[in-house]
């Protein structure tokens, strides 16, 4: 079965990101695949220094949240917009994945691997700057970016009062996002 990792790039609470990966997943689920959803905030981690590396390893929630990308065949990632680029916090995460332990092969967590991008604002653009740079991070580590994404404006009003995606065209195009990444993931690990 086609496993798939969905994840934002924000830890806050009410995360609007949190909220429209999590439907995108569901349409992945829909798709048939093996989907886990988690939360940042989960897998706190320091900020990356190649010395303290050196000295200590890998921190163990990094190693664990490089664990969960390795075991996956695709991704679901939906990324604030900051400053019109990816958050410090979703940068860092995917630089201590890019990091190798042990016997794993370079760049494991990304290479072979199939994503599909959303971005989502209370703003008019829904965070469309960032899908850019995200996109590029993404296949510069060797992750084919399905060609399909999402920008979601004014996502605030777009939710119900428990902060679940309700818009009805917002949900069918997240959910397609999800099942298009599924449908790409098989295709690439077909016989
Ligand atoms: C440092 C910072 C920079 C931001 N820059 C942008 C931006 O460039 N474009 C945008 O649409 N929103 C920007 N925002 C607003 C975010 O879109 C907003 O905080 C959003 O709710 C973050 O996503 P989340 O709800 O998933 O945490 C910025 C917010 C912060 C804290």
């Given at each position: 079965?086609?496993?798939?990792?969905?994840?934002?790039?924000?830890?806050?609470?009410?995360?609007?990101?949190?909220?429209?990966?999590?439907?995108?997943?569901?349409?992945?689920?829909?798709?048939?695949?093996?989907?886990?959803?988690?939360?940042l905030?989960?897998y706190a981690m320091p900020m990356y220094h190649q010395d303290e590396e050196t000295e200590f390893g890998i921190p163990e929630k990094a190693q664990a949240f490089k664990?969960?990308?390795?075991?996956?065949?695709?991704?679901?990632?939906?990324?604030?917009?900051?400053?019109?680029?990816y958050p410090a916090l979703l940068k860092n995460a995917i630089d201590w994945a890019s990091r190798k332990t042990?016997?794993?092969?370079?760049?494991?967590a990304?290479?072979?691997?199939?994503?599909?991008?959303?971005?989502?604002?209370?703003?008019?653009?829904?965070?469309?700057?960032?899908?850019?740079?995200?996109?590029?991070?993404?296949?510069?580590?060797?992750?084919?970016?399905?060609?399909?994404?999402?920008?979601?404006?004014?996502?605030?009003?777009?939710?119900?009062?428990?902060?679940?995606?309700?818009?009805?065209?917002?949900?069918?195009?997240?959910?397609?996002?999800?099942?298009?990444?599924?449908?790409?993931?098989?295709?690439?690990?077909?016989?």
């Open positions: 079965m086609t496993k798939i990792l969905a994840f934002s790039g924000s830890a806050r609470k009410q995360s609007f990101n949190q909220a429209v990966v999590e439907m995108a997943a569901e349409g992945a689920r829909e798709a048939g695949a093996d989907v886990t959803v988690v939360n905030a989960d664990e969960l990308l390795i075991a996956a065949d695709g991704f679901l990632i939906a990324s604030p917009e900051y400053n019109s680029s042990n016997d794993e092969a370079v760049l494991a990304y290479r072979g691997k199939v994503a599909g991008i959303m971005a989502a604002s209370s703003g008019g653009l829904g965070g469309m700057r960032v899908l850019v740079v995200l996109r590029m991070l993404l296949e510069n580590l060797g992750t084919l970016v399905i060609p399909n994404q999402k920008a979601i404006a004014k996502v605030n009003t777009l939710l119900d009062s428990s902060g679940r995606v309700v818009d009805e065209k917002t949900v069918q195009q997240l959910k397609a996002l999800g099942a298009e990444t599924v449908e790409l993931a098989r295709k690439i690990n077909a016989d």
